[in-house]
């Protein structure tokens, strides 16, 4: 996918934005790999996974996901993604004062990646893209930010907790009984996850099931249907619980898809 592209994109044939547009399998993945343009990932269907150092991004449809020059990172697919692609040049990319970050992608940002994945391409030897390349950096770099990202503990045995619990958040099951399988005692996993996220087990599993959420959410599912299949019984609680990590209620993320 973005591998491939990225080779190709050295910086060095004199186009300052370049263009993808393609759809992958439920399951597809890259390996970890970089290139020397920065990448603008937006998922106009499906959900992607992105992981880059320690942190996984969790990128619902219609929301975006920057990720910088030479960032080592690798992309999963939830589901059949069509993805839109925009690789942008590392002297216009150096305008943009992000790090790896999934955003907020505005009805303009959305129809100039459209526009620009129709032209393929664009030159700043011609006035017009010039213009246009410098209103697309313009509205990345002003995009708001939403904390979709996990941090990844590093230790095998907490990372295999993390996995369960990212993979199945709706799992039930107490986390003696999850430390257990992972091999080690919830006291230890306790003091890993701490050290190495900045979160207890308990409050990064939270995250993990209203991050889920919010991808569900933004799939078209209902308010009652994204909290039951994130393991909260109560609509009512999974509502203040969203609103207090994402600053909007369910609703009114569901609302801003599309």
């Known amino acids: 996918m973005s591998a491939q592209v990225g080779a190709n994109a050295d910086g060095g044939d004199g186009f300052d934005v370049r263009s993808l547009a393609?759809?992958?399998?439920?399951?597809?993945?890259?390996?970890?790999?970089?290139?020397?343009?920065?990448?603008?990932?937006?998922?106009?269907?499906?959900?992607?996974?992105?992981?880059?150092?320690?942190?996984?991004?969790?990128?619902?449809?219609?929301?975006?996901?920057?990720?910088?020059?030479?960032?080592?990172?690798?992309?999963?697919?939830?589901?059949?993604?069509?993805?839109?692609?925009?690789?942008?040049?590392?002297?216009?990319?150096?305008?943009?004062?992000?790090?790896?970050?999934?955003?907020?992608?505005?009805?303009?940002?959305?129809?100039?990646?459209?526009?620009?994945?129709?032209?393929?391409?664009?030159?700043?030897?011609k006035p017009e893209d010039d213009r246009l390349a410098a209103v697309l950096v313009d509205q990345i770099a002003a995009a708001p930010t939403i904390d979709l990202a996990l941090p990844l503990p590093r230790d095998a045995r907490a990372l295999r907790l993390a996995e369960m619990l990212r993979n199945d958040p709706a799992d039930r099951r107490d986390l003696e009984a999850l430390a257990a399988i992972c091999g080690a005692s919830l006291r230890t996993l306790q003091r890993t996850f701490s050290d190495?996220?900045?979160?207890?087990?308990?409050?990064?599993?939270?995250?993990?099931?209203?991050?889920?959420?919010?991808?569900?959410?933004?799939?078209?599912?209902?308010?009652?249907?994204?909290?039951?299949?994130?393991?909260?019984?109560?609509?009512s609680a999974f509502i203040a619980a969203f609103k207090r990590q994402f600053g909007v209620t369910p609703g009114r993320f569901a609302g801003n898809a599309g």
Not at 83 to 102: N, Q, S
Not at 113 to 122: A, E, G, H, P, R
Not at 198 to 203: E, F, K, Q, S, V
């Open 22 to 125: 393609m759809t992958f399998r439920d399951g597809y993945a890259t390996d970890m790999h970089t290139h020397p343009w920065a990448q603008l990932v937006y998922a106009r269907s499906g959900v992607m996974n992105v992981t880059a150092g320690h942190l996984v991004w969790f990128v619902p449809p219609t929301r975006a996901i920057w990720i910088p020059p030479r960032t080592l990172h690798r992309i999963e697919t939830k589901g059949e993604v069509a993805l839109r692609t925009l690789y942008i040049a590392p002297g216009r990319a150096g305008e943009i004062k992000r790090c790896v970050e999934a955003m907020e992608v505005s009805p303009l940002l959305a129809e100039l990646i459209l526009y620009v994945l129709s032209k393929q391409m664009l030159d700043p030897k």
């Open 196 to 235: 190495e996220t900045g979160l207890t087990i308990d409050a990064w599993r939270q995250k993990a099931r209203l991050v889920h959420a919010a991808t569900s959410l933004a799939g078209g599912a209902s308010v009652t249907s994204a909290a039951m299949d994130c393991g909260y019984d109560s609509p």
